[in-house]
């Protein structure tokens, strides 16, 4: 009884093709849309999450200007060299300082120019802002000391003035300066805000003062702390050496500023939380939806239905067979719906996170309840109104309107 | 149905003092009252009257599709009122065959799907079952229509493929409810001649409701209700 019971399930699924179609749709969407918004919203979040922990969660960064909204004020006076060292120097939780100075500048090598930002540092700089060297070397210390025209490449600017090419070795033309390119760093790609990381170049900050800026400004330090649970100490203490350096009395507003990184990563971990919520909101709405389809079209086939399930009574059926088909055929359905909307919630974010460069993960919770959900709505709406269908005298079944 | 065994005692049918009442208190409107009745094994009996005077609801009693609110309904000595609902469900399943004005047939199911559909319940094998419908279709000449859908065929053959569809089984008891009610007077003839054909040749015991007393002319009794008790009874033809 269970296998002819199955087959002629099966048989009126096949029959039926539309109504079959509509309501597996249904499923389909509802269980593939949340599966594609939550690992959407989790492979964003992974990927933000990972670009934090690459800039490092230990990394300070000082700079001048009070803080406040808006652009920061050009009438505080810059840093200096003096106030890395002394950070270094003086601040306990404090690992590492490198002193940066930047400008936009157009760089030159052969036929190939390209505008970039040049930016005059130390070795700190590679370690604190965690770039590798891939080619070369880093700087030594008497094209350090001697402020040589040497330069660093990041991996765009290479790109860019060199292609395929090697590097090491070569001469190009940064603003007025002939400068020899000794290294080149290895790539980070894009941040979370679309910004190219490694469309830069890195030369001795005594070469770019003297030859680029033609000043000894210092714009901003990069501080790494000496482990990420320290970043608030070395903040209070970096602000309170600051403020004796620069002699600003406590109560006054300081000229300069500290940011954390933790304090920024702390701030987009709320935002990809929020987005997350918002992503699964709009999920569960599309569940809400979907489910309503399923709903309509289980429905708006009870008349037929109910007639047909008149039908099988009158000529013969009994209650409990005419019961196990509906219920076979709406397993059937909603399984299948389930597990296409599985395939097809995954192949989207999967398309979605490759195209986006983030993380693809897949959520095993998402996916059960997402299915369950589904399944439950359309096997219910599938059988319910069968199971009143099937308890009717058999002429009230055949006479529905 | 153990007295299906010695039908020369009890009669097919036999209705005592049947009542079939909706509502309640002064909306109480009774559709059967007090009907009785006795229908022997091979007649074909046509049930008159006019609308509203129960003969349709008696067909419904006949064909356990509803039951008697009072009185006793015996089908082979058996009385049906005490039986459960998947018993009732049986006794269409292996005696009875239903022929209704609608057709009833289901959509986007193929002629010889439709006629299989009691078999699949009698638990019959796949190709004993296609055999067995081809040769009903057969009998209401309809083999060359075998794979269309009632959307392909004329409400004639629709109502051919639904008469297929009740014989099939070999029941005792046809029950037709105006079965000639949607079709034009050529396709009349043809049904009628049809179901002449079945009670004559193969012995199947015929009730069928009409309100048209050309139709009830080919039967062998016509029996006219009134206020939802037999009026009149009479044998009629040849």
């Not at chain 1, 389909?28 to 969660?57: C, P, Q, Y």
């Not at chain 2, 289901?106 to 299989?116: K, M, S």
Request: with cysteine; charged share 20%; proline share 4%.
């Amino acid at each position: 009884m269970i296998w002819a019971t199955l087959l002629m399930a099966l048989r009126e699924i096949r029959r039926n093709t539309m109504r079959s179609m509509l309501t597996t749709l249904g499923i389909v969407i509802g269980v593939g849309s949340v599966i594609a918004m939550v690992t959407l919203g989790r492979g964003a979040t992974a990927k933000i999450t990972n670009e934090i922990a690459n800039m490092g969660t230990n990394l300070l960064i000082v700079m001048p200007g009070a803080e406040r909204r808006g652009p920061a004020s050009t009438t505080a006076p810059p840093l200096k060299i003096e106030d890395a060292k002394a950070i270094e120097r003086e601040v306990s939780s404090v690992d590492k300082v490198a002193p940066t100075a930047s400008r936009s500048a157009l760089v030159v090598y052969g036929n190939k120019n390209w505008n970039t930002s040049v930016t005059g540092s130390t070795n700190e700089f590679f370690a604190v802002r965690r770039f590798a060297i891939e080619l070369g070397q880093s700087f030594s210390d008497a094209q350090l000391l001697g402020g040589q025209p040497v330069c660093v490449l990041g991996a765009t600017v290479r790109k860019e003035l060199f292609g395929q090419g090697d590097p090491l070795g070569a001469a190009i033309r940064v603003g007025a300066v002939s400068c020899s390119v000794i290294g080149v760093m290895a790539p980070k790609g894009q941040s979370t805000f679309g910004q190219d990381q490694d469309d830069f170049l890195v030369m001795p900050l005594a070469a770019f003062q003297r030859r680029i800026a033609g000043n000894y400004d210092v714009g901003m330090l990069f501080v790494s702390a000496i482990s990420d649970g320290m970043t608030t100490k070395a903040k209070q203490q970096i602000e309170a050496l600051m403020r004796e350096r620069r002699r600003i009395a406590l109560g006054q507003v300081p000229d300069f500023r500290v940011q954390d990184m933790k304090e920024i990563s702390d701030t987009l971990g709320t935002v990809t939380g929020a987005l997350t919520a918002l992503l699964g909101g709009i999920a569960a709405v599309s569940l809400l939806v979907g489910g309503i389809g399923i709903m309509n079209i289980m429905l708006v086939s009870v008349t037929e239905r109910t007639r047909e399930i008149g039908v099988r009574l009158a000529i013969g059926a009994r209650g409990a067979e005419v019961l196990l088909q509906f219920l076979v055929e709406a397993v059937t359905l909603s399984t299948l719906g389930g597990m296409l909307g599985i395939a097809f919630g995954l192949t989207i974010s999967f398309v979605a996170t490759r195209m986006m460069h983030m993380p693809f993960r897949v959520l095993p919770d998402i996916i059960v309840i997402a299915f369950a959900f589904s399944a439950t709505v359309g096997v219910a709406f599938g059988f319910l109104p069968a199971r009143k269908a099937s308890k009717l005298n058999p002429i009230d079944a055949l006479r529905h309107e | 149905m153990t007295a299906a065994a010695r039908p020369e005692v009890a009669p097919l049918i036999e209705l005592r003092g049947v009542w079939k009442s909706y509502g309640r208190g002064d909306a109480e409107v009774h559709a059967l009252a007090g009907a009785s009745l006795r229908i022997d094994d091979g007649e074909f009996v046509a049930v008159m009257g006019a609308s509203g005077s129960g003969k349709s609801t008696c067909l419904n009693v006949l064909g356990c599709l509803d039951q008697p609110t009072r009185g006793q309904y015996l089908f082979r000595g058996v009385d049906v009122g005490k039986l459960t609902l998947d018993q009732l469900a049986l006794l269409r399943r292996n005696y009875l065959g239903f022929v209704f004005q609608g057709f009833n047939l289901l959509a986007r199911t193929t002629a010889v799907e439709n006629v299989e559909l009691p078999l699949i319940y009698r638990r019959v094998g796949h190709a004993e079952r296609r055999r067995r419908a081809m040769k009903a279709l057969e009998e209401v000449g309809l083999a060359s229509r075998a794979t269309h859908t009632p959307a392909e065929l004329s409400g004639g053959q629709q109502q051919r493929v639904a008469i297929a569809r009740a014989i099939v089984t070999d029941p005792q008891m046809l029950l037709a409810d105006e079965p000639t009610g949607n079709l034009d007077s050529a396709r009349k003839v043809e049904i009628m001649r049809l179901l002449v054909d079945l009670n004559r040749r193969r012995g199947i015991t015929i009730v069928m409701v009409t309100h048209e007393p050309d139709m009830a002319e080919y039967a062998t009794r016509m029996v006219h209700f009134r206020d939802g008790s037999v009026e009149s009874d009479e044998a009629v033809g040849p």
